[in-house]
């Protein structure tokens, strides 16, 4: 047996130390080659081993523990909360700018800064156009639009084609029907409070008369006043409904559970009814071209027509007209409920829309026919800045992201591929350093020099950059034509306070019960 030999043992430990050491350093030297060809085989050029470092803020990021378990996360603490906006400003409070939330199993960052939303809205990178899984998990599945729900190319592709119908010059050859629909309000507005002292809840008329805008602008056929159109609208409505529902039931966002169940059976019927109103306004809308009835270019601006002419198949012009139908009818009639729910609450701004309403109804240049044209609307400015108001007050859309690329939000801040992000407009919307009092109504906010010295991305209601939404310019046109035209011919009064005023996540967030109004008629 071969003694213990002290020296070359000394030896053999230095010679075993040196080689791990060498092993050491090669194998660190292979694992990082390795990281940088994975960061660079998934496209990250930019992504470079200085991001790899900054993933440690991301890490560290702070959050509310997950309760009761991991599975569901912090969803249900949101869900179940009274006023649901009031919770997310706590949150960005107690946590800052930048926190993680678990959502259903979902790692999902919370984003509540000016400069976060420009580094999101305005990547050029493909990577960052994806929607969230939450949203893409409660919308359903039959409603297979290109537009709202792929990303990248295909969604470009789709974009471009469907930009036209919503460009100020298209949208203006269809302003004579934003006038018959108001009227056909002012007079479902009268009937139901003909007494002056009348309380009521005015929303369903608003749907309606925005429904009716929307899909005669989009279709080129008005159905608002016909048993398809009340249907559509109401059916609408059940999708919504049905929506929220798989939010607050968590159990049936797992696919097979879903499709099992017999709200699932309820929305395929809803859906299948909606698709058999499309296609026979699609059927209206051909007679009407072959009759030769309607303006001819009015129709060539239409979402069916350039749908048509760019070869698409009816399946898919049903998918984005329904789409499109569905998110105008859960966005603008809220927004419109609460701008005139707050110059309710506010007369003197009332009265100030009022005076400037009046003076263009009073100029013979603003108007043809004894209706207003479409220049009118540029003279609206307090209108439009109690709009902006309103919408800043609540900017009804949350928006979310699933990151196909790491984010870039400042020299600390990586966000990682495959994580989703969350942009809180809301939250954006009452940070007291770019609107200070922020529960105040003041669309004084707005006036120019006041909107000049804020962050651009402070204020971001219909979204920013290429994936902005793509119905703005169409709905502050509805949106000031109405509010023009009540104003017009009521004074608007509430029996509720602004200090009820609480908000629900439906699946945008709304105020958790119609306003009452009365509507007392001005002699004009
Ligand atoms: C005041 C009313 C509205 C508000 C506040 C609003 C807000 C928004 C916001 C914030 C987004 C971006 C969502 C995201 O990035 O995830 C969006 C997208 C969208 N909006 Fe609107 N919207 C309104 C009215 C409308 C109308 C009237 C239409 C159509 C008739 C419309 C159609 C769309 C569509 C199709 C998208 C998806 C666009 C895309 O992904 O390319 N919106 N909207």
């Not at 609408?236 to 709200?263: G, K």
């Given at each position: 047996?071969?003694?213990?030999?002290?020296?070359?043992?000394?030896?053999?430990?230095?010679?075993?130390?040196?080689?791990?050491?060498?092993?050491?350093?090669?194998?660190?030297?292979?694992?990082?080659?390795?990281?940088?060809?994975?960061?660079?085989?998934?496209?990250?050029?930019?992504?470079?081993?200085?991001?790899?470092?900054?993933?440690?803020?991301?890490?560290?990021?702070?959050?509310?523990?997950?309760?009761?378990?991991?599975?569901?996360?912090?969803?249900?603490?949101?869900?179940?909360?009274?006023?649901?906006?009031?919770?997310?400003?706590?949150?960005?409070?107690?946590?800052?700018?930048?926190?993680?939330?678990?959502?259903?199993?979902?790692?999902?960052?919370?984003?509540?800064?000016?400069?976060?939303?420009?580094?999101?809205?305005?990547?050029?990178?493909?990577?960052?156009?994806?929607?969230?899984?939450?949203?893409?998990?409660?919308?359903?599945?039959?409603?297979?639009?290109?537009?709202?729900?792929?990303?990248?190319?295909?969604?470009?592709?789709?974009?471009?084609?469907?930009?036209?119908?919503?460009?100020?010059?298209?949208?203006?050859?269809?302003?004579?029907?934003?006038?018959?629909?108001?009227?056909?309000?002012?007079?479902?507005?009268?009937?139901?409070?003909?007494?002056?002292?009348?309380?009521?809840?005015?929303?369903?008329?608003?749907?309606?008369?925005?429904?009716?805008?929307?899909?005669?602008?989009?279709?080129?056929?008005?159905?608002?006043?016909?048993?398809?159109?009340?249907?559509?609208?109401?059916?609408?409505?059940?999708?919504?409904?049905?929506?929220?529902?798989?939010?607050?039931?968590?159990?049936?966002?797992?696919?097979?559970?879903?499709?099992?169940?017999?709200?699932?059976?309820?929305?395929?019927?809803?859906?299948?009814?909606?698709?058999?109103?499309?296609?026979?306004?699609?059927?209206?809308?051909?007679?009407?071209?072959?009759?030769?009835?309607?303006?001819?270019?009015?129709?060539?601006?239409?979402?069916?027509?350039?749908?048509?002419?760019?070869?698409?198949?009816?399946?898919?012009?049903?998918?984005?007209?329904?789409?499109?139908?569905?998110?105008?009818?859960?966005?603008?009639?809220?927004?419109?409920?609460?701008?005139?729910?707050?110059l309710?609450c506010h007369p003197e701004h009332q009265e100030l829309c009022?005076?400037?309403?009046?003076?263009?109804?009073?100029?013979?240049?603003?108007?043809?026919?004894?209706?207003?044209?479409?220049?009118?609307?540029?003279?609206?400015?307090?209108?439009?800045?109690?709009?902006?108001?309103?919408?800043?007050?609540?900017?009804?859309?949350?928006?979310?992201?699933?990151?196909?690329?790491?984010?870039?939000?400042?020299?600390?801040?990586?966000?990682?591929?495959?994580?989703?992000?969350?942009?809180?407009?809301?939250?954006?919307?009452?940070?007291?350093?770019?609107?200070?009092?922020?529960?105040?109504f003041?669309p004084?906010?707005?006036?120019?020099?006041?909107?000049?010295?804020?962050?651009?991305?402070?204020?971001?209601?219909?979204?920013?950059?290429?994936?902005?939404?793509?119905?703005?310019?169409?709905?502050?046109?509805?949106?000031?034509?109405?509010?023009?035209?009540?104003?017009?011919?009521?004074?608007?009064?509430?029996?509720?306070?602004?200090?009820?005023?609480?908000?629900?996540?439906?699946?945008?967030?709304?105020?958790?019960?119609?306003?009452?109004?009365?509507?007392?008629?001005?002699?004009?």
């Amino acid at each position: 047996m071969k003694s213990f030999d002290y020296p070359h043992f000394h030896k053999y430990l230095g010679n075993v130390l040196l080689r791990d050491f060498r092993l050491g350093f090669v194998l660190a030297s292979l694992f990082k080659t390795i990281q940088k060809w994975i960061v660079s085989w998934n496209g990250n050029s930019k992504h470079n081993e200085r991001d790899l470092n900054r993933y440690d803020t991301y890490k560290s990021l702070p959050g509310p523990r997950p309760f009761p378990l991991k599975l569901i996360g912090n969803g249900l603490s949101f869900l179940f909360e009274r006023d649901i906006l009031k919770a997310v400003i706590n949150m960005a409070v107690k946590y800052g700018p930048y926190y993680k939330l678990i959502f259903f199993n979902e790692e999902i960052v919370m984003l509540n800064s000016p400069e976060a939303a420009q580094a999101l809205l305005m990547s050029s990178d493909n990577g960052h156009l994806g929607k969230g899984r939450i949203e893409e998990k409660i919308f359903p599945t039959e409603l297979d639009s290109m537009l709202k729900w792929r990303g990248g190319e295909k969604w470009r592709a789709r974009r471009k084609m469907l930009t036209r119908p919503f460009m100020y010059k298209s949208l203006q050859m269809h302003f004579n029907c934003f006038h018959k629909h108001c009227e056909r309000l002012v007079s479902r507005l009268e009937n139901k409070f003909s007494d002056n002292a009348a309380t009521g809840v005015a929303l369903e008329s608003l749907k309606q008369c925005i429904f009716g805008i929307s899909s005669e602008t989009l279709m080129g056929v008005d159905i608002e006043n016909s048993e398809d159109g009340i249907h559509f609208c109401n059916n609408l409505d059940q999708i919504m409904n049905l929506m929220t529902l798989r939010a607050y039931r968590p159990w049936l966002l797992i696919p097979a559970l879903w499709t099992l169940s017999a709200e699932k059976r309820r929305m395929k019927k809803i859906i299948d009814d909606m698709k058999k109103v499309i296609h026979k306004v699609m059927e209206k809308y051909r007679e009407k071209v072959s009759a030769g009835e309607g303006d001819a270019d009015e129709l060539s601006n239409t979402m069916i027509e350039v749908m048509l002419r760019n070869g698409e198949s009816e399946k898919s012009i049903f998918d984005e007209l329904a789409i499109m139908l569905t998110v105008a009818n859960e966005s603008t009639p809220y927004v419109l409920e609460l701008a005139l729910f707050l110059l309710a609450c506010h007369p003197e701004h009332q009265e100030l829309c009022r005076q400037e309403i009046d003076e263009v109804f009073q100029d013979p240049f603003m108007l043809k026919n004894g209706v207003l044209k479409f220049d009118a609307l540029k003279e609206l400015k307090q209108v439009e800045r109690c709009i902006q108001e309103s919408l800043r007050i609540n900017p009804i859309v949350t928006i979310m992201r699933r990151l196909e690329s790491p984010l870039k939000i400042n020299e600390e801040l990586v966000i990682p591929k495959d994580v989703s992000v969350v942009l809180s407009a809301y939250v954006l919307h009452h940070l007291p350093q770019y609107f200070p009092n922020p529960e105040k109504f003041d669309p004084d906010r707005f006036l120019p020099e006041r909107v000049r010295e804020r962050h651009p991305y402070s204020y971001i209601p219909f979204s920013g950059g290429t994936r902005s939404c793509i119905g703005l310019k169409l709905a502050m046109m509805e949106l000031k034509t109405i509010v023009a035209i009540v104003l017009r011919n009521f004074e608007v009064g509430t029996p509720d306070t602004m200090e009820e005023l609480q908000f629900v996540a439906n699946p945008t967030t709304k105020p958790s019960r119609p306003f009452r109004f009365t509507f007392k008629k001005r002699d004009i």
